[in-house]
């Protein structure tokens, strides 16, 4: 469940609660806006105030309001209260608005869920969801995800109410391979995920596998072993190119018994873009697709063919630019004041906010946003800048970097160029963007927006990596970055579930 009130003791999970109940004080407080309608300030709990709280999920029963009231605080309290109110007045205006953070309404999409026959998934290092977010929108059920950071667990459970709790694990996936049945029952038709690997040099001669620094790509592969899926989807920096033939031949060495059958995996790989799947972003990634020996046989197909076909379909694909990614979007002044980042504002942005367009405008957010209109814009908040950095921003024209002439006077690393020169980088509108990366949790300055003076917010980064308008990342600001940096393109995922799922009927 979205929300568990049984936890509130814990610091942590107090602070998760907090913002999930803002989260839906500021969507209602949006409705409100966009259809010009007043709140009305409520001083009482009705009997049905009561009951759509326990259904939400944030009390108990009603002995638990004065609690829930103290945790949250009082002004958040008063309107959330009052957004409860609204919310029951409005409740067929307001459609699914708010279902995402609804226990009871979540519960009954698992069931549904559960029951739809559709093809099912397996996401190790889910991260903030993006391949998840693409197969579900190619019609795949998600049936476990597993990822070590909580903010990025945080985000996943949010955005993919079909998914039961415990069946998304913050864990360590070596703390969790040898229990995996404990969690996964289900044949499953597809694992993906992307385990780090540090060990991968084209200097190093000792296998890969056996690197220390790559344990997690170890427990990936033990994880393959006893899931037994379908088809496996492997996703690294081309970094991991040289040793290539060595994830082969790991993927080649399984040979289980299960169910009285020996299964073991055809497999291949190729660097892929992102811009040939109409993702206005240019990232390299190596992809690896290994599939079950029976698959292989009953469907006659093998990985290179997977390949191929994607490249067929890719062939006919346009390609869109960063500038299609920046329109039909509020433009927004970066914060001159230091930390604001986590302050709403007209000027700087917000956390949620009214959509001034229709989220359908183009043909890139119509694809990115599957046809649909989006209401509400989340995550995009302009980023704090300093006054050196708001004038290199400012003098640098698309396409220039560290070492251009104009901010010599000014750059802090001009002593460093040899290494900094992609310190500062201002994007180039007509060109698919540079890698999004989540080292723009650190600074952005490699990504400076290129017509207003300040770097990409996060939703603009996020729709470079196809996201939909309407995929909320939770946490603090600069850790939106961090998820969205590390997400696989949405589209790019989508693109290779529906060329697998034909071979998974």
């Given at each position: 469940m979205i929300f568990e009130p049984d936890k509130l003791n814990d610091r942590k999970y107090k602070a998760q609660f907090i913002e999930l109940v803002s989260v839906y004080v500021r969507l209602v407080e949006c409705f409100a806006e966009k259809h010009d309608v007043k709140i009305t300030h409520i001083t009482e709990y009705s009997p049905d105030m009561e009951k759509e709280m326990s259904e939400i999920g944030v009390i108990d029963d009603k002995t638990s309001i004065r609690y829930f009231e103290h945790v949250i605080g009082h002004d958040l309290a008063s309107r959330f209260r009052d957004s409860v109110a609204f919310s029951l007045e409005y409740k067929i205006e307001l459609g699914n608005l708010l279902d995402k953070l609804n226990n009871k309404k979540r519960l009954e999409l698992q069931k549904i869920e559960l029951v739809s026959g559709k093809p099912n998934l397996v996401d190790f290092f889910a991260g903030a969801g993006g391949i998840s977010c693409g197969f579900v929108k190619a019609g795949y059920r998600l049936a476990f995800a597993n990822d070590l950071e909580d903010v990025c667990v945080r985000t996943y459970k949010y955005n993919h109410p079909e998914l039961p709790s415990e069946k998304i694990i913050e864990a360590d996936i070596r703390k969790i391979v040898n229990y995996i049945e404990d969690y996964i029952s289900e044949p499953i038709d597809v694992v993906v995920g992307g385990p780090p690997c540090q060990g991968f040099s084209s200097a190093n001669k000792q296998r890969i596998i056996n690197d220390p620094r790559n344990e997690l790509y170890k427990y990936y592969i033990e994880a393959i072993k006893k899931i037994l899926p379908k088809f496996v989807i492997m996703e690294n920096v081309p970094g991991m190119l040289p040793v290539a033939d060595q994830v082969l031949e790991d993927y080649e060495e399984i040979s289980e018994v299960k169910n009285g059958k020996c299964h073991s995996y055809k497999v291949s790989y190729k660097l892929m873009n992102s811009s040939d799947f109409s993702v206005a972003q240019a990232r390299e990634r190596l992809f690896f697709i290994a599939i079950r020996n029976d698959v292989v046989e009953n469907h006659n197909i093998t990985p290179d063919e997977i390949f191929i076909e994607l490249s067929r379909v890719n062939a006919g694909k346009r390609m869109?630019?960063?500038?299609?990614?920046?329109?039909?979007?509020?433009?927004?002044?970066?914060?001159?004041?230091?930390?604001?980042?986590?302050?709403?504002?007209?000027?700087?942005?917000?956390?949620?906010?009214?959509?001034?367009?229709?989220?359908?405008?183009?043909?890139?957010?119509?694809?990115?946003?599957?046809?649909?209109?989006?209401?509400?814009?989340?995550?995009?908040?302009?980023?704090?800048?300093?006054?050196?950095?708001?004038?290199?921003?400012?003098?640098?024209?698309?396409?220039?970097?560290?070492?251009?002439?104009?901010?010599?006077?000014?750059?802090?690393?001009?002593?460093?160029?040899?290494?900094?020169?992609?310190?500062?980088?201002?994007?180039?509108?007509?060109?698919?963007?540079?890698?999004?990366?989540?080292?723009?949790?650190?600074?952005?300055?490699?990504?400076?927006?290129?017509?207003?003076?300040?770097?990409?917010?996060?939703?603009?980064?996020?729709?470079?990596q196809s996201f939909p308008d309407d995929y909320l990342f939770l946490g603090a600001y600069l850790k939106t970055y961090m998820q969205i940096g590390n997400a696989v393109p949405v589209l790019m995922a989508e693109e290779i579930a529906n060329v697998i799922k034909k071979y998974l009927i």
């Open positions: 869109f630019v960063l500038k299609d990614a920046l329109d039909f979007i509020v433009p927004l002044k970066a914060p001159r004041i230091k930390n604001q980042n986590e302050v709403d504002s007209d000027i700087t942005g917000k956390k949620i906010t009214v959509n001034t367009y229709h989220g359908d405008d183009s043909a890139y957010l119509w694809l990115i946003n599957g046809g649909r209109k989006i209401p509400y814009v989340y995550n995009h908040k302009a980023r704090y800048v300093n006054n050196i950095n708001y004038d290199i921003y400012r003098l640098l024209e698309p396409g220039d970097d560290a070492s251009d002439e104009k901010i010599a006077h000014i750059m802090p690393y001009k002593h460093r160029l040899h290494c900094f020169k992609d310190k500062y980088f201002k994007l180039i509108p007509d060109k698919p963007s540079r890698t999004i990366t989540a080292h723009m949790r650190m600074d952005c300055h490699s990504h400076i927006h290129p017509f207003q003076i300040r770097a990409l917010t996060p939703r603009e980064a996020a729709r470079c």
